[in-house]
């Protein structure tokens, strides 16, 4: 059974960034295509960025687009989410999640993602 584990979030002031990691263990990481979501107080859950599993191909949320960046390590079984220019709006918990997918198709449908790590918190205040 796969396992995931976030880090890196924090407090940060606007503009500021930060690196979330998400270290995914119990199979190889180069089968799976990766899915940072995020949820904010009384809101959705929303998608945020998705990684391919060739790494090839990645999407962004039109919010997050330009300013942050996805990337994966698969020697290292762990994906990356580099945040930059952060807002306040960006405060959210940020979770990711595996899809057995090849490709990020439909990347922000939240049904097609099996397994989920806990979430870290990222919280963009001055």
């Known amino acids: 059974q796969l396992q995931l584990v976030e880090s890196g979030g924090g407090l940060v002031q606007p503009g500021g960034s930060l690196r979330l990691s998400c270290a995914v263990s119990?199979?190889?990481?180069?089968?799976?295509?990766i899915g940072w979501f995020r949820q904010a107080p009384g809101k959705e859950r929303e998608g945020v960025s998705c990684i391919a599993s060739s790494g090839f191909s990645t999407k962004y949320s039109d919010s997050v687009k330009g300013r942050l960046t996805i990337s994966r390590d698969n020697a290292k079984n762990t994906v990356y989410l580099q945040m930059n220019s952060l807002k306040p709006e960006d405060t959210a918990v940020y979770y990711c999640?595996?899809?057995?997918?090849?490709?990020?198709?439909?990347?922000?449908?939240?049904?097609?993602?099996?397994?989920w790590g806990q979430g870290t918190q990222v919280t963009v205040s001055s």
């Open positions: 999640a595996v899809t057995g997918r090849s490709w990020c198709d439909s990347w922000n449908v939240r049904g097609q993602y099996a397994y």
């Open positions: 119990g199979s190889p990481l180069n089968y799976y295509t």
